[in-house]
């Protein structure tokens, strides 16, 4: 295949080496951080010529070169995991369930356990580099003899927390989105932007290396005794019944211990924040694509072929910042896209780039419309089939499951079988549509919409002109119309429920009365059960935000478009542009109709609260903000700059309306 | 150079300027009929009281904490008291020297929003705060009392806008490229207000405002949006950090450069190529958008007051505390043909005008006119540099004034003697804009201290329709315009070099 041609030659020419880039200066940052944490470490006020050369010597000493060695092995490995695990399309759980799917992932598994790993080395690190009583796991008793070991339990808990505090990091990362790249507004220099964002990493570590220590605390409190135990008996080491033991309220009650014990936790997440920041920062610079080369053999590379590739999705959402800022800055670059083939004299430039801009918009109106629809019809079925207060579908799903009588065995299945798809489909390479909302997987939608939706969760490309909202609004409404007078001939496009809540409730049958009540019985004993509602209820605002998961792209191709379109009005020599306007002003208008409707929809239009201080990157959760503003901001530049002359354009009345409206600034 | 001295005298007392028409100022007696007066009612009362109540709170959390120490001074160990008597005295030394060093960081916030507002004499002045919508014929005014209301000639509503966080108003900035977002520019935080035009309500809920604020950055004391409408950014005298705001967002990035101690005053070139930031202390910084690098300019005399763009985005013309002068810089219009290059510009600034005291004799006696230089404005046009000096309060043959000059710049840059801009006996000019898209020519606003904005028009054809870069702010098709024939006086010319 050509396209995965292409997308290895990016990876493996622009993202591994940015990847090894970030690594090596991961590397390279790692002894001077060893060195200010030895200097924290071992901080003493009262002897400070002691302190100073005791530090000097132990960084000169054999055993912290052979540490900051294995150091560096660790760095090398989380990067390898960076790379491995990033994604620029967030994953959004729209349930408890389904973030516990996440958790609970192989892939994640894995994740978590060599972070696990990796955090127990740091700690064996920083033990060895603390060195006086946290040095050696076990040593040797004197009440018992000589040759009596004994564990040292300091060692031990030094070695626990730093596993601790790598596991909760991995799972942190998943809750938090840690493995999502955002790309930033702002262009700084990489340096810049690095020296720009330390003290916020240098903030962040110690927080959160506060907030593992407490955990940590609470588990070995409970569970200490365990992994002693084991130790003790495997490597046959003895308790020393004089020491006090640590997991007592006493024991925990060390102020020495809890600082060392946070130092090594804050040292250790620097670092791996450290290599984080530097993979983001380099994995996110602009890279610039030639708009047109004169060799065949490099045309794959550039910017119109590139921009259209779906699969690896860095390489698109590079692209399309490219094509944003050339827009935006260069005016050479903009000349070649407006630019006519040598012979024959098509614009195959801008076509290229006004096709793939327009098809992601109308891809976005498309599936704003059916998740508005689906929404809308939910609702509305529901009041019509049981006139019951209004309950969450995925709540219902499960309910009829559990009815032996249920006519819809496969809709049990399908709610977890989605959460899984979802979050092995949330890996690096997952595809342009975001999950989708579980609604969809509900037994009380029809299956004209399920048809209506489906394209959308397979991903395939939808071409067609694009229609006004309405039309797709009144699709469900025919189809319902028509079940009632039994003409539906819509084939069932995958195992779809053969009845409908609808059909139930237009024949009352004993039969149908029975379920109807099983199925109230079934809803309301599992309404009372609270673990089954906190998993399945909804979270607010995550099928919005799994909405707008990937609209930086869309950001950028209104952005691209619109300062293209601004710019063809004195620099379009031959006027390809104008050909294309109306699509341009069609797409955008229904675009932001469906916007608009899409933010009345509840909780769309609430703001996620501000979290406080933690290295991921939220801007996901207010990409919907952006979007709504960068549209309106896009359709407002083509408009000021046109002005009158958009009444030559060939639109429909209503659109015509609507544009009248951002000429006279009432939007 | 162009000087004072060059200057038609000023009215005598009673005449107000009315407009610039065939080449000259036209003043009249009768104000109220000929020109559109909004007079604005101050509420006064209430402002002191919200100050009495202010004080009060302080006065109290200050017993609260003295309190605190002496019972803490009573319970704890000498020596413990001694430790932090010492740790406390260090911390003062440290403040006193970083005081020093930059002595606008004791002031307190209204004091500092005062000394580096565009303003003059910020905290009496009835409106604190005026910004013109860029595409529409609509404004918002900040009032003293920390309400803002916003005036539509094409509608009969006149929203307030209020809002708990919204105090000590120092700028407002409406969003380009967008009908409803106003920015402000408050004590602590920056609101975002989204005023729908079309909605009747009088009073919008303060849930239509987004509220930005960042730990450090406060007082906010001048915000700009970029041309292009997307970004914002936000200067306070206490934070050395300037802010880039993606405000739909609601995140910021912070630039940071050491010296200067903070950031007073911020200008966006009408192209979106630069921006220019002034620091309290004799440096300002002009920045490049693109990769966001920036060149430092170091001052003789004292800290940049106040500075303004030509319409081309090449041309910056600014004004230092405790000189009488107006400053040029000029930069290569092109930063973005190549991507990587920094900040091209030239070495050092030119002197294009000396505003010195200059002595008039009216029919009312002797009038001083000239001196430090408050505020400056330059006309979308690019053809009328306003200057609002600032005189002197106590003496009352030095009143503050407004000077215009007719500026050209091209074939090359030249300031010509224009006049002055005066109101009613008495008023004051405190604040001057001009209006972004005006058909005729050029627009000025001028806020007196006596709380009346008058609207100064100046009638001329353009010499030639400017043309903006792809970042300009996008300006309505213009009727084309022929030359206008200048007066023959040749009184500043500036070779380009």
């Not at chain 1, 940015?18 to 030895?38: G, N």
């Not at chain 1, 935006?328 to 004299?345: K, T, W």
């Not at chain 1, 950001?555 to 379109?565: C, F, H, P, R």
Request: glycine share 6%; aromatic share 10%.
């Amino acid at each position: 295949m050509f396209s995965v041609q292409q997308s290895c030659w990016f990876i493996r020419k622009v993202i591994c080496w940015r990847a090894a880039a970030s690594i090596a200066w991961a590397v390279l940052l790692l002894p001077p951080t060893t060195a200010v944490f030895v200097i924290f470490s071992r901080f003493s006020i009262f002897h400070p010529v002691q302190w100073i050369s005791e530090c000097l010597s132990l960084l000169l000493s054999i055993g912290a070169i052979f540490s900051l060695i294995l150091l560096c092995g660790v760095v090398i490995v989380i990067g390898f995991l960076n790379l491995e695990y990033y994604t620029v399309i967030p994953t959004i759980a729209c349930s408890k369930i389904a973030l516990l799917g996440q958790l609970l992932h192989p892939r994640q598994f894995f994740n978590s356990l060599v972070h696990c790993i990796m955090g127990m080395i740091v700690a064996w690190c920083c033990a060895i580099t603390i060195g006086g009583r946290y040095e050696t796991l076990g040593y040797s008793c004197q009440q018992r003899g000589p040759t009596h070991m004994c564990l040292n339990e300091y060692h031990l808990f030094l070695l626990l927390s730093g596993a601790f505090t790598g596991f909760s990091h991995s799972l942190l990362g998943v809750i938090h989105n840690m493995n999502y790249v955002a790309f930033h507004t702002v262009q700084q220099y990489k340096y810049l932007r690095f020296k720009g964002s330390i003290p916020l990493v240098v903030k962040c570590s110690a927080t959160q290396a506060l907030y593992s220590l407490r955990n940590f605390l609470i588990v070995y409190y409970f569970l200490g005794h365990m992994p002693k135990a084991w130790l003790c008996k495997t490597l046959n080491l003895e308790v020393d019944s004089s020491v006090h033991s640590l997991d007592t309220v006493g024991g925990l009650l060390d102020l020495s211990l809890l600082y060392h014990t946070w130092i090594s936790a804050s040292f250790l997440l620097f670092t791996w924040y450290t290599t984080l920041l530097l993979f983001r920062i380099f994995v996110t610079e602009l890279y610039n694509f030639p708009v047109q080369i004169s060799f065949t053999d490099d045309a794959q590379q550039c910017l119109p072929k590139v921009i259209a590739e779906k699969q690896p999705m860095i390489l698109k959402f590079l692209a399309l910042q490219d094509l944003a800022l050339l827009s935006q800055h260069s005016p050479m670059r903009r000349a070649e896209v407006f630019s006519l083939s040598q012979p024959g004299g098509h614009p195959h430039n801008w076509n290229a780039i006004s096709k793939e801009c327009l098809w992601l918009l109308s891809d976005l109106t498309q599936r704003l419309v059916a998740h508005h629809d689906t929404v809308a019809t939910n609702g509305r079925t529901k009041s019509l089939s049981t006139g019951s207060e209004r309950k969450s579908s995925s709540e219902a799903s499960v309910t009829s499951g559990d009815d032996p009588f249920s006519p819809r065995p496969a809709v049990l299945l399908k709610t977890p079988a989605s959460v899984f798809a979802r979050s092995m489909s949330g890996g690096p390479h997952s595809p342009l549509t975001a999950p989708f909302t579980p609604d969809l997987d509900s037994p009380f939608s029809s299956p004209s919409l399920r048809r209506l939706t489906a394209p959308v969760e397979q991903y395939s490309p939808w071409h067609g002109t694009v229609q006004s909202p309405h039309i797709f609004r009144r699709a469900p409404k025919l189809w319902s119309t028509s079940t009632d007078s039994k003409t539906n001939g819509s084939p069932p496009p995958s195992p779809a429920p053969v009845l409908s809540p609808k059909q139930e409730s237009s024949k009352p049958g004993i039969l149908a009365r029975f379920l109807k009540n099983r199925r109230e019985q079934v809803k309301n004993f599992m309404a009372k059960r609270v673990l089954v509602m906190y998993l399945f209820n909804k979270l607010p605002e995550a099928s919005s935000q799994a909405l707008f998961a990937d609209s930086q792209a869309h950001i950028w191709a209104l952005e691209g478009l619109s300062y293209l379109v601004q710019a063809s009005y004195t620099e379009d020599q031959f006027g390809v542009v104008q050909t294309t306007l109306p699509s341009i002003f069609n797409s955008m208008l229904v675009l932001q109709e469906a916007v608009d409707r899409h933010f009345k929809l509840p909780h769309a239009s609430s703001k996620p609260s501000r979290s406080g201080c933690t290295m991921e990157d939220c801007s996901y959760k207010t990409l919907r903000f952006a979007l709504r503003a960068t549209l309106k901001t896009a359709l407002y530049r083509i408009t000021t700059t046109f002005g009158e002359h958009l009444n030559a354009v060939q639109m429909s009345a209503e659109h015509r309306k609507k544009l009248q409206h951002f000429l006279d600034y009432k939007e | 150079m162009c000087s004072l001295a060059l200057f038609p005298p000023p009215l005598p007392s009673g005449n107000t300027t009315l407009c610039e028409s065939n080449n000259e100022l036209l003043s009249g007696r009768k104000y109220e009929e000929t020109v559109q007066v909004i007079i604005l009612t101050a509420f006064v009362m209430s402002d002191l009281n919200e100050r009495i109540f202010v004080r009060i709170q302080k006065c109290s959390v200050v017993l609260k904490v003295s309190c605190f120490w002496l019972l803490n001074l009573v319970l704890i160990p000498k020596w413990l008291a001694m430790s932090a008597g010492c740790v406390l005295a260090l911390l003062k030394r440290i403040a006193s020297f970083h005081g020093s060093l930059f002595p606008h960081v004791t002031l307190s916030s209204e004091d500092m929003i005062t000394e580096f507002s565009q303003v003059l004499n910020w905290p009496d002045c009835v409106v604190r705060a005026f910004a013109w919508h860029p595409h529409t014929d609509k404004f918002a005014v900040a009032l003293l009392d920390d309400s803002i209301k916003i005036y539509n000639p094409k509608s009969a509503t006149t929203p307030t806008l209020k809002h708990r966080l919204q105090r000590s108003v120092a700028a407002v900035s409406w969003k380009p490229l967008c009908a409803s977002a106003l920015a402000v520019a408050c004590h602590s935080s920056i609101l975002v207000w989204h005023v729908d035009p079309c909605s009747l309500s009088t009073r919008p809920s303060s849930g239509c405002a987004q509220v930005l604020s960042h730990p450090g950055h406060s007082p906010v004391t001048s915000i700009v949006w970029s041309p292009s409408g997307s970004l914002l950014v936000s200067a306070s005298p206490m934070d050395t950090a300037m802010l880039v705001w993606d405000v739909a967002a609601e995140s910021c990035v912070p630039l940071q450069r050491v010296g200067g101690g903070g950031v007073t005053f911020l200008s966006w070139s009408p192209d979106g190529s630069h921006v220019l930031a002034s620091t309290p202390a004799a440096l300002f910084r002009v920045w490049e958008t693109r990769m966001w690098t920036c060149e430092r300019w170091p001052c003789l005399k004292g800290r940049c007051q106040s500075g303004c763009w030509s319409p081309d985005g090449s041309r910056l013309l600014f004004s230092v505390q405790g000189e009488s002068v107006i400053y040029a810089l000029t930069f290569s219009s092109s930063p973005g043909l190549s991507s990587n290059s920094p900040v091209t510009g030239p070495q050092a600034a030119t002197v294009v005008a000396d505003l010195s005291e200059t002595t008039f004799n009216t029919q009312d006696g002797c009038i001083v006119v000239g001196g430090e230089i408050q505020c400056l404005v330059w006309d979308p046009k690019g053809e009328r540099l306003a200057v609002l000096l600032k005189g002197d309060p106590q003496a009352a043959d030095r009143p503050a004034m407004i000077a215009v000059f007719k500026t050209r710049t091209s074939p090359i840059f030249e300031l010509l003697p224009c006049g002055f801009v005066q109101g009613e006996p008495g008023a004051e000019p405190r604040l001057i804009q001009f209006h972004p898209n005006f058909q005729h020519g050029a627009l000025l606003t001028v806020c007196w201290s006596s709380g009346k904005i008058t609207h100064v028009p100046f009638y001329f054809l353009s010499a030639g329709v400017p043309h903006f870069g792809l970042n300009g702010s996008p300006s309505l098709p213009r009727p084309q315009e022929r030359p206008a024939d200048f007066a023959n006086q040749s009184l500043f010319t500036e070779m380009l070099s």
